[in-house]
């Protein structure tokens, strides 16, 4: 396995972002799309990009093509192509990965809100699929097997999963351990992140409650930490990883904390020890 950075969890302009990652050891970074999507060349953006950060010796593990849940409840047409056209960057980046929140995948699969989610994953599946390349869905907004179940339904490893394991233990209430078996045939990115669930929650008002007519959330219901203080156990959540076959980026992501950089030097330290200790 390698570790990643996601370039926007310094805090600071993405040129001293990719050297800070370069200082922390980190093997290849991720980055959010809107850096390059709405450039007026972004072909020639992605090219520049590329080649600074190939040039302190790393490479992208995947683009974040997250733009809000509205896609997947209210789409357009023009919101579905640039989603596309983030797939397109991702490969001139040198990554076959574009990584996304979708809202929340309903229990219910009779109702508007997933046939419409449904929609706009199977017009995405589709087209990863002809391209070669995943768009992968982040874990936390529902229980794994929920998530499996909608997977299975679009017919194509287009479609995968960004696997968070702490978006799973705050939000969903979800074991990441278990979890990673559940979602095994669609993994194709990990997020490394670390947090506690202060109370279970609808997540729906967390993620998506303008889509299901629900008050958003107004108290705190889970609390992000620095990387091995909070409740993902990650000696078992990364042998599971390694159980499954899993060979790809643990992308650390920090989004907030008051020294963001020491907490992602702490987290890269941390894995890359794992990694060396269990050959992973």
Same mark, same amino acid.
């Given at each position: 396995m390698k570790?990643g950075?996601i370039l926007?969890?310094?805090?600071? /302009?993405i040129d001293?972002?990719?050297?800070k990652a370069?200082?922390? &050891?980190a093997?290849g970074?991720?980055m959010y799309?809107d850096k390059?999507v709405d450039q007026?060349d972004?072909v020639?953006?992605? =090219?520049e990009l590329? =080649?600074k950060?190939?040039?302190?010796g790393?490479?992208?593990?995947?683009?974040?093509?997250?733009?809000g849940?509205k +896609?997947?409840?209210?789409p357009t047409?023009a919101?579905? /192509?640039?989603?596309k056209?983030?797939?397109d960057l #991702?490969f001139?980046?040198?990554?076959k990965?574009?990584?996304?929140?979708?809202?929340v995948v309903p229990e219910?699969?009779?109702c508007?809100?997933?046939?419409t +989610?449904?929609k706009?994953c =199977?017009?995405l599946n589709?087209?990863?699929?002809? +391209? &070669?390349?995943?768009y #992968?869905?982040e874990?936390?907004p529902?229980? #794994?097997?929920i998530?499996?179940?909608?997977? /299975?339904?679009?017919?194509?490893?287009?479609m &995968?999963v960004?696997f968070?394991?702490?978006? @799973?233990v +705050?939000?969903?209430g979800d074991d990441?351990?278990?979890?990673?078996h559940t979602?095994k /045939?669609?993994?194709?990115h990990?997020?490394?992140?670390?947090g506690i669930?202060?109370k279970p929650?609808?997540?729906?008002?967390?993620?998506?409650? =303008?889509?299901?007519? @629900?008050?958003p959330?107004?108290e705190?219901t889970?609390q992000e930490?620095a @990387?091995? $203080?909070?409740?993902?156990?990650?000696k078992?959540?990364?042998s599971?990883?390694?159980?499954?076959g899993?060979?790809g980026f643990l992308?650390v992501?920090r $989004?907030c904390?008051?020294d963001p950089?020491?907490?992602? @030097?702490? #987290?890269?330290?941390?894995l890359?020890l794992?990694?060396?200790?269990?050959?992973?």
């Amino acid at each position: 396995m390698k570790t990643g950075v996601i370039l926007e969890s310094f805090a600071t /302009d993405i040129d001293t972002a990719i050297l800070k990652a370069k200082q922390v &050891g980190a093997d290849g970074i991720q980055m959010y799309a809107d850096k390059v999507v709405d450039q007026p060349d972004p072909v020639k953006a992605c =090219k520049e990009l590329k =080649k600074k950060v190939n040039d302190q010796g790393m490479v992208f593990s995947a683009l974040c093509g997250d733009f809000g849940c509205k +896609m997947f409840y209210e789409p357009t047409q023009a919101e579905i /192509d640039r989603e596309k056209k983030c797939l397109d960057l #991702a490969f001139e980046l040198g990554t076959k990965i574009v990584t996304t929140h979708i809202g929340v995948v309903p229990e219910e699969t009779n109702c508007i809100q997933y046939e419409t +989610m449904h929609k706009v994953c =199977k017009i995405l599946n589709d087209y990863a699929v002809e +391209m &070669g390349g995943h768009y #992968a869905i982040e874990t936390g907004p529902e229980k #794994a097997v929920i998530l499996k179940s909608f997977l /299975d339904t679009l017919n194509g490893a287009g479609m &995968g999963v960004n696997f968070d394991p702490a978006n @799973l233990v +705050m939000c969903a209430g979800d074991d990441p351990v278990k979890a990673v078996h559940t979602l095994k /045939d669609y993994i194709v990115h990990t997020h490394a992140k670390d947090g506690i669930q202060l109370k279970p929650y609808d997540t729906r008002r967390i993620y998506a409650a =303008k889509y299901y007519g @629900l008050p958003p959330a107004d108290e705190r219901t889970y609390q992000e930490v620095a @990387l091995g $203080e909070g409740n993902v156990d990650w000696k078992n959540y990364l042998s599971a990883l390694k159980d499954i076959g899993y060979n790809g980026f643990l992308t650390v992501e920090r $989004e907030c904390g008051a020294d963001p950089a020491k907490d992602i @030097l702490t #987290a890269v330290t941390f894995l890359k020890l794992f990694i060396e200790r269990n050959k992973l």
